[in-house]
């Protein structure tokens, strides 16, 4: 198992120092779970149960705008932590997450998580530093595809950043994500292979 969770490991070594007694906690407390396709992990308006640590798979964050579309907020990949919104204040969801593809996922509940934090001080520490990269990357990429008013400008953003999510992701969940039409995409990606060849 603990090759299963090197991804992990790496991830929280990123924080802070992780102990042989914090993995053998971590080991002995998480669980591992598996999800199929379409599968709605966090519903709006609902408590979440439990953050994840994807291991493998794909997921994506999203809402639904005043006319009920679905506009996706995020997406996720392997090496990727999803923290619900409303998680750690206990608060009802203001965004939902389904699974994209099979995915495999390390899952704690608020409990554990909270044990972990009182048996661990220093992953409180971890615990601060990977909210505040969690949301600042995704704020850091709202801005930027805001500031790019050319379509072709965000899918060539998108496809470099993402190029594992092309074939996973349905091109309307993209081309929301983009702040763009599925036609519009459709003929940005066009204009970008022309150009490419």
């Known amino acids: 198992m603990e ?5 992990l490991f790496d991830y929280l070594s990123r924080f802070i120092t992780v102990n042989n007694e914090l993995k053998t906690y ?16 966090v519903c709006l308006d609902e408590v979440p149960g439990h953050c994840w640590f994807l291991l493998q798979g794909t997921a994506m964050e999203y809402t639904y705008d005043d006319f009920d579309n679905l506009v996706p907020m995020r997406f996720f990949r392997a090496g990727d932590t ?7 204040r206990r608060e009802p969801a203001h965004t939902a997450i389904r699974i994209l593809e099979e995915t495999t996922a390390l899952t704690s509940t608020y409990e ?24 600042a990357e995704n704020s850091k990429e709202k801005e930027y595809l805001q500031r790019k008013a050319d379509a072709e400008e965000r899918v060539f953003y ?18 929301s994500f ?20």
């Open 26 to 41: 971590i080991l002995n407390t998480i669980d591992i779970r598996r999800y199929g396709t379409s599968r709605t992990i």
């Open 82 to 88: 999803v923290m619900p919104s409303g998680f750690m």
């Open 178 to 197: 983009l702040q763009i039409t599925p036609s519009t995409y459709s003929r940005a990606r066009r204009k970008l292979r022309k150009g490419n060849n």
């Open 112 to 135: 554990q998580l909270m044990e972990m934090l009182n048996e661990f001080p220093e992953t409180n520490q971890l615990m601060v530093l990977a909210t505040e990269a969690y949301y």
């Open 3 to 7: 090759t299963d969770l090197t991804l």
């Open 158 to 175: 998108f496809e470099n950043k993402y190029p594992d999510l092309l074939q996973k992701i349905p091109a309307k969940y993209i081309a």
